[in-house]
Nanobody, 113 residues
């Protein structure tokens, strides 16, 4: 079955950076569009960045210009480079295919001074 394992989260000060990774298995990774989603406390899960199998990207307005999604099909891995982090970026971050299937455990990102 499909397994998605996110990593790279942590506690960072406002203005800092983090790079998230998501290792996928159990699927033909290269043919799937992939996305990074996040869920903040008390809020619905939202899609913040996506990348097609051809490498075209799309971003939510709230992260445009600060986050960069990329993928390495040889490693079955998708990344999210997050720069200029803000407290409102605090959430559990998940990767998934588009549309989403089974969720992984996510990785916590906390932006706080």
């Amino acid at each position: 079955q499909v397994q998605l394992v996110e990593s790279g989260g942590g506690l960072v000060q406002p203005g800092g950076s983090l790079r998230l990774s998501c290792a996928a298995s159990g699927l033909i990774f290269s043919i799937w569009p992939m996305g990074w989603y996040r869920q903040a406390p008390g809020k619905q899960r939202e899609l913040v960045a996506s990348i097609t199998r051809g490498g075209n990207t799309n971003y939510a307005d709230s992260v445009k210009g600060r986050f960069t999604i990329s993928r390495d099909n040889a490693k079955n891995t998708v990344y999210l480079q997050m720069n200029s982090l803000k407290p409102e970026d605090t959430a559990v971050y998940y990767c998934n295919i588009l549309p989403p299937g089974t969720w992984g455990q996510g990785t916590q990102v906390t932006v706080s001074s």
